[in-house]
């Protein structure tokens, strides 16, 4: 499944891209306790870390509020994903287990600082197309909120949008029924290609790991 980005992105920030990775045959579980682990111990690393430092300072996620202000979303009210999980972690509120995939999602959104989507392939349809949502385009999201996405960044199927580095859809969630998956990993523009290949490959490593099948990756971008 292809991945299309609109012009209008690469008008308002040229450097734009992402990386997709493509899963098929994985079975999605409760984490292990390894990964469990893991994510406690670097969310309070986090918290420690953050007690001397705002998380706006934080190169990565301030380069994702530059791109939220460039579409016309205002990043003080429109947190992107990765600041917001950074911002519960300063107060103490910390992620809880929810699946193996989501698990891993938020720890590698915290490991990279930036946002991370993971959507059931089975509940996208074709022609998918990154893009600035529309006015009057909205759907209920994992934060259990109805959420209006006028001047998001969205990825949109035949159906319409369905994941945003803001928060994602209910109706493409992984779940441990999933087999087949689609990540999206938004990159900062500022990352070189061959670095977001590395990042990419790295993550795909792991996630397969865990929940066995295969993958495939591809960067989108400009050039």
């Not at 990386?19 to 918290?47: C, D, T, W």
């Amino acid at each position: 499944m292809e991945i299309n980005l609109s012009p209008q992105l690469y008008t308002l920030i040229p450097d734009f891209k992402i990386a997709v990775i493509h899963y098929h045959n994985i079975e999605v579980g409760p984490s292990p306790q390894m990964l469990k682990g893991r994510l406690q111990l670097f969310q309070e690393a986090i918290f420690f870390d953050l007690e001397e430092k705002n998380v706006a300072d934080i190169s990565e996620i301030n380069e994702w509020r530059t791109i939220f202000k460039k579409t016309g979303k205002d990043p003080n009210r429109y947190r992107h994903s990765a600041e917001a999980i950074y911002r519960r972690i300063k107060k103490k509120h910390y992620l809880q287990s929810v699946n193996s995939a989501i698990d891993l999602n938020n720890f590698f959104s915290l490991q990279y600082k930036i946002p991370l989507g993971i959507y059931d392939l089975k509940s996208v349809r074709d022609s998918v197309t990154m893009r600035i949502g529309k006015e009057g385009e909205e759907y209920e999201g994992l934060n259990g909120r109805l959420n209006h996405l006028k001047d998001m960044i969205v990825t949109a199927d035949e159906k319409g949008p369905f994941g945003s580095p803001y928060v994602d859809s209910i109706r493409t969630s992984v779940s441990e029924k999933t087999t087949d998956a689609l990540q999206i990993i938004y990159l900062c523009p500022s990352m070189q290609v061959a670095d977001a290949k590395e990042l990419a490959k790295s993550l795909q490593k792991m996630f397969l790991q865990i929940h066995g099948g295969t993958g495939s990756l591809e960067i989108v971008s400009r050039v």
